[in-house]
């Protein structure tokens, strides 16, 4: 197993994420504690060190399962992370009583490393008001070493991240991040890279797969791949890409079973960053797969002539990862922060907006797709 430094600790560089556990019977909520035990005592046996688990993971039952079994054991064998759920906003002055009740579930008197869980455009005011005594309520609970590290996780856009960091910035030790090939650019996980680097902050990934959809590539792609690194797989690439970027401390994959652990062990028990050439052919991979994307530049002469003053480069941005994953939360997420006249559904299909685009976007019907695919 790979190690990184932080802080005079030695993390695995594979942490098992907490988030995909095996279930029964397809029931999320149903977690096959047998399966988590094997595999935890797999990870234990190959050096990994570090879980992430979360409030509102698999129902809420995440926490219990991993606190029963990593107590099996010593505490300082491993390190644990959990986070506040700032996601929902009815939690925000629950802070005392959530966290109190994650140490009982968990089965631990501290936690090794505790975030403000996904920084976003839905909560970032939320997470800012002093109202709540969220930020004061944790760095007291650090001061009494009940959280040894504080940071926070961030789905939301640079814009957001920098707002969180110019106000607790000094305070966060680490930052959890959307990060792999394909985000690279497509959320522009490069740019929050170089945000956290100009405050010191190490970056801990999520989605390195983005979802499984990295682990099988089309024909074509594979043979690039295979041609550059004969005994890589896709799965081993995606991490490769990650071991490459010197910020990158902790990489969580959320492994449903024993095969995906034991193989994800395997390529991190060695170091094998990629050379020029082999990121470039992997990047250009990425392109490929996001050439369905619509082309949008954010050049917002649209917006001038949108009767309905749409911002209509953020919710194209929004559609093309919506249509991109296939659903998922992300959009939904940040379209709670938008007034509802202002959603997708607010386009009248005027077009004014097609007859000034450089691009040729037939924006109506890009709108009028992602209100059908949000609705339902």
Known sequence: MIYKAFKGLQLS??????????????????????????????????????YDTAWGYHSGNSETVMGKVL????????YLATKFPGYDLSNMSKVKEIFEKQLEKCQVEYFDFY????VCEMNIDAYLDEKYGIFTYLTEQKKNGRIKHLGFSAHGSCEVMERFLKAYGPDMEFCQIQLNYVDWTFQEAEKKVELLRSYNIPVWVMEPLRGGRLAELSAADTETLKKLRPDETAVSFAFRFLQSLPDVAVVLSGMSDFAQLKQNITIFSEDKPLEKEEMNALLSVADGML???????????????CPKGLDIPMLLNLYNEHAFTGGGFIAPMALMAVPQEKHPSGCIGCHS??????????????????NTRIQG
């Open 353 to 370: 907006c097609e007859a000034v685009c450089p691009q040729q976007i037939k924006i109506a019907d890009a709108m009028a797709d992602f």
């Open 115 to 118: 975030l403000f869980h996904n």
């Open 291 to 305: 050439n369905g994307c619509l082309p949008c530049t954010a050049c917002h002469y649209c917006v001038s002539h």
């Open 71 to 78: 107590s099996r054991y010593p505490r300082e064998s491993f």
């Open 13 to 50: 560089a594979l942490g098992m994420g907490a988030m995909r556990l095996p279930v029964t019977d397809g029931n999320d909520a149903d977690i096959d504690f047998a399966a988590v035990e094997k595999m935890t005592d797999y990870a234990m046996a190959q050096g990994v060190n570090y």
